[in-house]
T-cell receptor, first 114, second 116 residues
Framework: SQQGEEDPQALSIQEGENATMNCSYKTSINNLQWYRQNSGRGLVHLILIRSNEREKHSGRLRVTLDTSKKSSSLLITASRAADTASYFCATDESSGAGSYQLTFGKGTKLSVIP | KAGVTQTPRYLIKTRGQQVTLSCSPISGHRSVSWYQQTPGQGLQFLFEYFSETQRNKGNFPGRFSGRQFSNSRSEMNVSTLELGDSALYLC???????????????FGSGTRLTVV
């Protein structure tokens, strides 16, 4: 089942513009993460935000988390053509044995036009 | 340091055959998880291993199995392949310590399995 649902499904912007992607989820979480996937390749971990954090920055990335609304957003500032990829949010469900199982959304396909 | 290595990168198999995929985690990472990615279902959790023990399993039939060796390397096996098993299979390793703190995954480039 899909826990995180990204919005929009696809986004096309000009280089230099900001890109914002949103993610909604259904159940309580420990952490929320964002990953990037270039076409047909593996996932690259971008940022992890814990349930007691509200905002986190990493370079040109800014992630917010609103646990009351069960939503998160990923902002990429000053986008570059190399940012073209699919972006996924993932929430974790702890099995209680120290094991984490990630549930991914369907992803947002970002195209940055040079 | 070396990343997560998955072999082979591409694989074509016939329906009914079985297949074994391999994953070598980042040195020092003891947790290895497997995910299946298809256009229709997206990314779905298969199973997770820690110190040679399966700690968690997703909602997949028994044809999907895995194991982890003492050096943390992991294999997953799919028996009696079906057309619907065609997917990108991703392995991820994590610096899990068993204490419940999660540090995120490092994914491999995946094995693309095509069943014909």
């Amino acid at each position: 089942s899909q826990q995180g649902e990204e919005d929009p499904q696809a986004l096309s912007i000009q280089e230099g513009e900001n890109a914002t992607m949103n993610c909604s989820y259904k159940t309580s979480i420990n952490n929320l993460q964002w990953y990037r996937q270039n076409s047909g390749r593996g996932l690259v971990h971008l940022i992890l935000i814990r349930s007691n954090e509200r905002e986190k920055h990493s370079g040109r990335l800014r992630v917010t988390l609103d646990t009351s609304k069960k939503s998160s957003s990923l902002l990429i500032t000053a986008s570059r053509a190399a940012d073209t990829a699919s972006y996924f949010c993932a929430t974790d469900e702890s099995s209680g044995a120290g094991s984490y199982q990630l549930t991914f959304g369907k992803g947002t396909k970002l195209s940055v036009i040079p | 340091k070396a990343g997560v290595t998955q072999t082979p990168r591409y694989l074509i198999k016939t329906r009914g055959q079985q297949v074994t995929l391999s994953c070598s985690p980042i040195s020092g990472h003891r947790s290895v998880s497997w995910y299946q990615q298809t256009p229709g279902q997206g990314l779905q959790f298969l199973f997770e291993y820690f110190s040679e023990t399966q700690r968690n399993k997703g909602n997949f039939p028994g044809r999907f199995s895995g194991r982890q060796f003492s050096n943390s390397r992991s294999e997953m096996n799919v028996s009696t392949l079906e057309l619907g098993d065609s997917a990108l299979y991703l392995c991820a390793s994590s610096l899990a310590t068993g204490t419940g703190v999660f540090y995120g995954y490092t994914f491999g480039s995946g094995t693309r399995l095509t069943v014909v």
